[in-house]
C-alpha cells in the first residue's frame, strides 16, 4: 500500500481484501482495538479511526461491549468488490500508460498472460 494513505485506510483496505478473497466471513469476530495497535504497532486512536471507517462502510458491526465483528451480505460484498476492482484496473491503467503503452499493447499483453495466469 501506499506510505502517503493513512495507516487506517490501509487497515480498512486489508479487511476488505480478506473479505474478497473469502478469508473472513460475516460473523468473524475482529480482535480489539486494542489488540490491533499492540500487533501493528499503531497509536491506539488509529485503529479506532480504522474500526470507525470499517463500521461506517457498513462491513463491521461492533455491539457495545461484545466487540467488534465482520457484516457482510450480498450488496456489501458487491460494493467491496466493485470498489477494489476499479481501484486496481485504475491502478494498472495509470502504470501502463506512465511506462508508454498503447491500448493495444495493453490488450495484447492481457490476452496473452490471461490464460498463462490459469496454467501456472
Do not use: C, H
Not at 24 to 53: C, D, H, M, W, Y
Not at 94 to 116: M, N, P, Q, T
Amino acid at each position: 500500500m501506499n506510505n502517503r494513505v493513512p495507516v487506517y485506510v490501509q487497515i480498512a483496505f486489508y479487511v476488505k481484501q480478506q473479505i474478497l478473497l473469502g478469508k473472513v466471513s460475516s460473523g468473524n469476530p475482529l480482535p480489539s482495538r486494542r489488540e490491533i495497535a499492540a500487533q501493528l504497532n499503531i497509536n491506539p486512536n488509529t485503529a479506532q479511526k480504522a474500526f470507525k471507517l470499517m463500521e461506517d462502510e457498513g462491513y463491521v458491526i461492533t455491539n457495545g461491549n461484545q466487540g467488534s465483528v465482520i457484516y457482510i451480505d450480498e450488496k456489501v460484498y458487491s460494493r467491496i468488490k466493485t470498489e477494489l476492482t476499479q481501484n486496481m484496473v485504475k491502478d494498472f491503467i495509470s502504470a501502463a500508460k506512465a511506462i508508454g503503452l498503447s491500448f493495444k499493447d495493453v490488450i495484447d499483453l492481457v490476452s496473452k498472460y490471461w490464460d498463462e495466469g490459469e496454467n501456472s
